[in-house]
């Protein structure tokens, strides 16, 4: 079956640091790619995303690359701050039968931890 | 403030009861959806609704029933039909035609 999954389930950086979260899909048709961060007890929160004809694309402070040979997804966060500790799911969008509607399936998650 | 609210935030629930849990989002999003996460697990897609007075099944519906009487409201019972129904539930709602969608606060939810 289809899935999205994830390399590491934790990362531990110092502050300030770059980080580097991977995600590995599968379905070759997903067509849109999102990046959410889920604080502990919270709904996740939007992060960036990016459509399947792009490469990269880059936020504040935050950069997602795509890599469609490999099937590979990676999420960049610069100067990495304890307020960013938070566990970050990807997922990808697929289709239903040709109408709009965003079904996401999401991959399992990493935890990352930003030491002071 | 536009946004999506859940309630309550903490439900307990015995054994052969069922519980309806509330989301409400006053964003004027056609499409809403209830996802549950278990510990150390993304989330699963349990039923999703595009327009008001249709939803569909997602990926782990057996034991749970919806309804979208409003646009916007997307109540959700967890029914003594769910074996397993400790967990914490999240519904979120997005535009029509957008893959953003927006999360609520979640409700955890514990079978004594």
């Known amino acids: 079956g289809e899935s999205v999954g994830l390399h590491l389930p934790t990362l531990s950086v110092q502050e300030g640091d770059n980080s580097i979260i991977n995600c590995a899909y599968s379905?070759?048709?997903?067509?849109?790619f999102i990046w959410y961060k889920q604080e502990s007890g919270k709904g996740p929160q939007f992060i960036i995303d990016?459509?399947?004809?792009?490469d990269k694309r880059q936020g504040q402070r935050v950069t997602v690359l795509l890599n469609k040979t490999v099937k590979h997804l990676s999420l960049q966060i610069a100067a990495t701050q304890p307020g960013d500790s938070a566990v970050y799911f990807c997922?990808?969008?697929?289709?239903?039968?040709?109408?709009?509607?965003?079904?996401?399936?999401f991959g399992q998650g990493t935890i990352l931890t930003v030491h002071p | 403030d536009g946004g999506i609210t859940q309630s309550p935030k903490y439900l307990f629930r015995k054994e052969g009861q069922n519980v309806t849990l509330s989301c409400e989002q006053n964003?004027?999003?056609?499409?809403m959806y209830w996802y549950r996460q278990d510990p150390g697990q993304g989330l699963r897609l349990i039923y999703y609704?595009?327009?008001?007075?249709?939803?569909q099944k997602g990926d782990i519906a057996e034991g749970y029933s919806v309804s979208r009487e409003k646009k916007e409201s997307f109540p959700l019972t967890v029914t003594s039909a769910q074996k397993n129904p400790t967990a914490f539930y999240l519904c979120?709602?997005?535009?029509?035609?957008?893959?953003?969608?927006?999360f609520g606060p979640g409700t955890r939810l514990t079978v004594l």
């Open positions: 997922a990808e969008k697929t289709d239903a039968g040709g109408t709009s509607y965003g079904k996401l399936t």
């Open positions: 964003l004027n999003h056609d499409a």
């Open positions: 609704s595009q327009i008001v007075n249709d939803f």
């Open positions: 379905n070759s048709a997903s067509d849109y």
């Open positions: 990016i459509r399947s004809n792009m």
């Open positions: 979120a709602s997005s535009k029509r035609a957008s893959a953003e969608q927006f």
